[in-house]
Nanobody
Framework: QVQLVESGGGLVQAGGSLRLSCAAS??????????MGWFRQAPGKEREFVAA????????RYADSVKGRFTISRDNVKNTVYLQMNSLQPEDTAIYYC???????????????WGQGTQVAVSS
C-alpha cells in the first residue's frame, strides 16, 4: 500500500512562512502518474481542500482562501509534493494532509491514499 508521509509543520507567527513536504515511500507507487493534493482540517471543522497539482505539474488548483499565498509544487524524481505557505494567518491553523488521486479534484472522495497529517499552528 502507498504510504504518504508529511513533514514540515510547526508553530509560526502570523505573516510567517512554512514549507510542507509529502513523500511517497512505496517504491511501486508510480508517483509521477498521480495527481497530488493537500487538504487541511481545523479543530471542530470538516476537512477541506487546499491545493492540487497534476502529474506533470502543469495544472494546479487552489482554494480561494489560499490563492496568492500558497504554492503547490512537486518533484517526480524525489517522489515528493510540496506546499509553500506564505503570509500565514491564524485561520490557517490546522492539520495538513496530502493525498493522491487519479484526477485533479477538490473533493475528499476523489483521493484514495492519505498521509497521517502534519500540524500547522499560526499564532497572532
Amino acid at each position: 500500500q502507498v504510504q504518504l508521509v508529511e513533514s514540515g509543520g510547526g508553530l509560526v507567527q502570523a505573516g510567517g512562512s512554512l514549507r510542507l513536504s509529502c513523500a511517497a515511500s512505496e517504491r511501486t507507487f508510480t508517483f509521477s502518474g498521480y495527481v497530488m493534493g493537500w487538504f487541511r482540517q481545523a479543530p471542530g471543522k470538516e476537512r477541506e481542500f487546499v491545493a492540487a497539482i497534476s502529474w506533470s505539474g502543469g495544472t494546479t488548483r487552489y482554494a480561494d482562501s489560499v490563492k496568492g499565498r500558497f504554492t503547490i509544487s512537486r518533484d517526480n524524481v524525489k517522489n515528493t509534493v510540496y506546499l509553500q505557505m506564505n503570509s500565514l494567518q491564524p485561520e490557517d491553523t490546522a492539520i495538513y494532509y496530502c493525498a493522491a488521486s487519479n484526477r485533479v479534484g477538490t473533493t475528499l472522495g476523489s483521493y484514495h491514499s492519505w498521509g497521517q497529517g502534519t500540524q500547522v499552528a499560526v499564532s497572532s
